[in-house]
């Protein structure tokens, strides 16, 4: 499937951030253009832009009614009322542009175009990766509560974006591995997960104790667990070992009462078993 970046979209269109700059590394799957918005209930599909001259909350509404992720105002429109909060809330992102209707659809379809031309064309060895989605997620040492939330949104953002499930399975299974590593040994974490067409990168940061012998804990059966954490079925002393099983490439870098880097890469036309 073929999805790209909203800030791709804002650049294509010169257009102006009115909500969730933070978010503009969120994908869209489709483009809707209508100031009609039953249409956009009746035909819009999920995952979708909003393209609309329709500038009354409404608009807001509609796009988050249809699951979709965004909405451009065209022709120089703003979103009147209470229509930024509303995206606020439902996780939109609100652009407005000075092109109109057509202009617009034209050129959100050469940005569009541009990147399904993008895998062939990168594939050269030594081609700097094209970043298709990066998202960033934090993790709580100790929080047993929502151990596992951030692999879990991994897991979904990929799949949605339609990889080969045994690719997902691999990249789950580690990102699970480090979260739950973090948790049970360290203090708290920033995640990265960065999709390109040739690979996957996620990266686990943390602070807290730290390793003091890396290949030791890569070890089968290495663990200093306590037995409460055992008694939660983790700390067995297989995690580091199976994200090195699945990775295509593992870099651990740690400093003793500082914190642990895990940077992790999977392939996506690399060795899927
Ligand atoms: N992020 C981390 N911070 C500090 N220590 C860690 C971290 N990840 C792993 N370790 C150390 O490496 C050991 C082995 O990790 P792992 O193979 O995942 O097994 P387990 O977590 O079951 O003990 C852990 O017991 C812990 O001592
Ligand atoms: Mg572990």
């Given amino acids: 499937m073929c999805v790209v970046e909203i800030g791709r979209i804002k650049d294509a ?79 939109l992102v609100l652009l407005s542009t000075e092109m109109d209707m057509y202009e617009a659809c034209l050129r959100i379809d050469a940005a569009w175009t541009d990147r399904r031309a993008t895998p062939d064309s990168a594939s050269e060895a030594g081609r700097t990766h094209d970043l298709l989605l990066s998202r960033d997620f934090f993790i709580e040492g100790n929080d047993f509560t929502n151990a596992g939330m951030v692999s879990t949104e991994v897991k979904a953002v990929l799949k949605k974006i339609g990889f080969d499930p045994k690719l997902v399975r691999r990249v789950a299974i580690s990102t699970y591995e480090g979260e739950m590593n973090v948790v049970m040994h360290a203090t708290k974490a920033h995640v990265t997960l960065a999709v390109s067409p040739q690979c996957i990168d996620v990266v686990i940061d943390d602070e807290g104790k730290g390793i003091p012998d890396v290949a030791l804990a890569l070890q089968e059966g290495f663990t200093t667990a306590t037995e409460e954490m055992r008694a939660m079925g983790f700390g067995s002393g297989m995690g580091l070992p199976n994200i090195n099983r699945n990775a295509d490439e593992l870099e651990i870098t740690s400093e003793v009462g500082k914190g642990t880097r895990l940077q992790m890469r999977f392939r996506v036309n690399g060795n899927t078993s």
């Fill in 13 to 91: 269109l010169g257009a102006l951030v009115i909500e969730g700059e933070e978010r503009l590394g969120t994908v869209v799957e489709h483009v809707y253009a209508s100031d009609l918005m039953s249409d956009v209930l009746a035909f819009g599909q999920p995952h979708s832009i909003l393209l609309t001259g329709l500038a009354t909350q409404q608009s807001v509404i509609s796009a988050h009614m249809a699951e979709f992720r965004g909405v451009v105002y065209v022709r120089g429109k703003k979103p009147k009322d209470g229509s930024a909060g509303f995206a606020r809330e439902s996780g």
